[in-house]
């Protein structure tokens, strides 16, 4: 039977020895040297106090061995040996098994186990081994093979880590004490199963008296009531975590957790003046900014959001107060237009108040302030104003040279209020047939007008200050030409009438229509007759058909252009003005020869073709004589 020895089981051998006083049980009864026993680490003087905190079964064939061993000389493992072997130096021991060469070397004769190298628990906490007592000569086996396993013993080699720092945490301004803020954690590489070097306790190193944490959880609160972010808005703290339980001895590990503060609303606004005075020119538009007012907050973001009102002024519906979402400054706009002759100054009273308010802060006062905005009007030189800036006007197109037609007015606006002298600005009277007179502004024609050239004239009339000439107000005068009867009708188109050799009595050859360019209110009327030469004349006669047009008839047949080829008849147009106004208009009439039809094939004078060749076959034939003259 081989048995086992080894330097860290030997607290449990002397218990496992009390359990089982078997005397069979290998290298037990042999002592192990009292050498080892000094070396252990775990020199606990309770053994029953090891035995309660290991849970564990016992493995027999297991040796520990400290990790992280220094020292020079290689370290004894335990001890292997077999019964068989007397110490005769015929037995010989062997190893195999994981780290059997590089780590662990046996003492072929005495059975001794050494490690030479550092073992390091953290990468590798036990190796499984195989050992063999042989015969020396014959290499024959005199015990079966046996494994057993070296443990490697946990030091406090590591210190505990925050993974997770460096932490960024956040807690609302004026949190009750003992608010929780975050939690953090450390972590320890070393065996936690096995005394006290992975249990961590936390303490605050930096943060005081503000911030504490709880030694066990890594939780850290507030340890003051009623932080202020308006006085100081961050905090770093500095987080010790120690392993050995917090013991002296214990290795640490620090991180660092930035506490913010985060706002609440605990301040209300407040406008740092109560009076606010501004100047704005009277000419100033309308939608402008009058003023620009802050109510200051200590807050930030949303809970300094302000709504601003008006509350009463002396000029409503004046201005509006709106707020700029990007300054949550108050912009005072001006709604209408200011004069400075009504009304030189204006008194505001403004409110500021938190669009968002925290109840649970409703103590620290009515979130909101107000103030006075005195909004000062200067007076700008104005330019004169008509008082109608559109006058419209009629005069008549026979009105004489000189004809007063009416009259603009214009005033200086200011306080001063300068004498006015008008013109007309001649670019919008090229021809210059108005004038105005330059102190009455009465208007009136210079020349004589036309209607039917220009209906309207569209005159801009100025009004200058006479003390100050830049002063320029502009006004409109339209002046509609009346029409007068000046203009007779006459035939709309140059008719072109041909009339038939085949026409029969009593046939319409032309229908004929008239203009006139007045344009009479009630419409025109136009009345036809054949002039008075013609009036009762045989061929051809005319019937007014009362709707502005009129039909020349034929009187008789026959007509003959070979006779006569064109008739020129006088037609007399009157139209319905008053006075009325006449015109007698020649319409021609030519005679053709038609087809049956009434196409008409050729019109007019017959000369040329009487002698049944045409002009270019005479010249051709000429041609031929002349050649044979020559
Ligand atoms: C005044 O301003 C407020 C906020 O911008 C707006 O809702 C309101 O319509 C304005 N009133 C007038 C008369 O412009
Ligand atoms: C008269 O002229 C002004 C510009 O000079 C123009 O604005 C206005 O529309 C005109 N009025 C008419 C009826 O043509
Ligand atoms: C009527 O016709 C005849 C014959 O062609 C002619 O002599 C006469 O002058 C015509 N009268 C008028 C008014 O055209």
Redesign the pocket.
């Known amino acids: 039977m081989m048995g086992w020895c080894c330097s860290g089981i030997c607290r449990a051998l002397a218990l496992l020895a009390l359990l089982f006083p078997s005397r069979e049980r290998g290298c037990w009864g042999l002592n192990p040297s009292s050498g080892d026993l000094e070396k252990s680490p775990h020199s606990d003087p309770d053994p029953w106090e090891a035995l309660h905190r290991h849970k564990r079964s016992w493995v027999w064939n297991q040796f520990f061995v400290l990790e992280e061993y220094t020292g020079n000389e290689p370290l004894y493992v335990g001890k292997l040996h077999s019964d068989v072997d007397k110490g005769d130096g015929k037995v010989k021991y062997v190893l195999t098994g994981e780290g059997s060469s590089s780590i662990f070397t046996i003492d072929e004769n005495t059975g001794d186990i050494h490690a030479t190298k550092r073992l390091d628990r953290e990468a590798q906490s036990y190796y499984t081994l195989a050992a063999q007592a042989v015969d020396r000569i014959t290499n024959i086996p005199v015990e079966p093979r046996s494994e057993f396993v070296v443990k490697v013993q946990d030091i406090n080699d590591n210190e505990p880590k925050f993974l997770d720092g460096p932490y960024l945490a956040g807690v609302p301004e004026m949190s009750p004490l003992g608010t929780m803020v975050v939690q953090v954690a450390a972590t320890d590489a070393d065996d936690p199963t096995y005394g006290n070097s992975a249990r961590v306790i936390y303490s605050i190193v930096h943060g005081q008296p503000y911030f504490s944490v709880e030694p066990k959880t890594g939780v850290i609160r507030t340890a003051l009531p009623n932080m202020d972010r308006e006085t100081r808005d961050q905090y770093v703290l500095v987080i010790q975590a120690k392993d050995m339980v917090g013991q002296m001895g214990g290795l640490s590990g620090t991180t660092s957790v930035t506490v913010t503060l985060t706002d609440v609303n605990d301040n209300p606004p407040h406008f740092t003046h109560k009076n606010y005075q501004y100047t704005v020119l009277e000419s100033l538009p309308v939608q402008s900014v009058v003023a620009r007012i802050k109510a200051a907050d200590a807050d930030i973001g949303s809970n300094a959001e302000m709504d601003y009102r008006l509350m009463d002024g002396d000029g409503p519906g004046m201005f509006n107060i709106t707020t700029d979402e990007n300054t949550q400054d108050g912009v005072v706009i001006l709604l209408k237009p200011l004069d400075f002759e009504t009304k030189s100054s204006y008194s505001l009273r403004i409110e500021a108040t938190n669009r968002n308010i925290d109840s649970d802060f409703l103590s620290s006062g009515p979130f909101s302030d107000t103030t006075s905005v005195k909004v000062t009007v200067e007076d700008v030189n104005e330019p004169p104003v008509f008082s109608t800036p559109l006058s419209k006007m009629v005069v008549s197109e026979d009105a004489k040279s000189g004809t007063s037609i009416g009259r603009v007015s214009a005033h200086d606006p200011d306080n001063s209020n300068n004498g006015i002298r008008y013109s007309i600005d001649r670019n ?1 009277d090229l021809e210059r047939f108005f004038n105005v007179d330059a102190l009455s502004g009465v208007i009136s024609t210079a020349k004589p007008l036309d209607r039917e050239a220009n209906m309207v004239h ?1 005159l ?1 009339i100025l009004a200058i200050e006479s003390q100050d000439p830049v002063q320029i107000g502009k006004g ?1 005068a ?1 002046i509609t030409v009346l029409d007068i009867n000046d203009n007779a009708p006459v035939f709309a188109i140059d008719y072109e009438t041909l009339l038939c050799e085949n026409a029969r009595t009593g046939q319409v050859i032309q229908t004929i229509s008239a203009v006139d360019r007045d344009e009479p209110l009630s419409g025109h009327r136009f009345y036809f007759a054949l002039a008075a030469p013609v009036a009762g004349n045989p061929n051809f006669t005319l019937r007014d058909n009362k709707d502005n047009t009129a039909s020349i008839l034929t009187k008789r047949s026959g007509f003959r252009r070979r006779e006569q080829p064109v008739y020129r008849l006088p037609v007399l147009i009157v139209d319905s003005g008053s006075p009325t106004l006449s015109s007698t208009n020649t319409l021609s009439v030519r005679v053709c020869d038609c087809d049956s039809d009434g196409v008409a094939l050729s019109c007019g004078a017959v000369a040329y073709t009487a002698t049944g060749l045409s002009t270019g076959a005479l010249v051709a034939i000429l041609g031929c004589i002349i050649t044979l003259l020559g």
């Open positions: 919008t569209n801009t409109i339209l």
